[in-house]
């Protein structure tokens, strides 16, 4: 039970991760311009 509940942390945390990345990646184009 605690093993769920560490891995489903990790993956939330991973998500927001790639979420980010994927913002600042899709930010990059505009300020170059």
């Given at each position: 039970m605690n093993?769920?509940?560490q891995?489903?942390?990790i993956?939330?945390?991973?998500?927001s991760?790639?979420?980010y990345e994927a913002m600042v990646i899709?930010?990059?184009p505009s300020n170059q311009y």
């Open positions: 093993f769920l509940k891995n489903q942390e993956l939330l945390y991973r998500y991760i790639k979420d899709s930010d990059l």
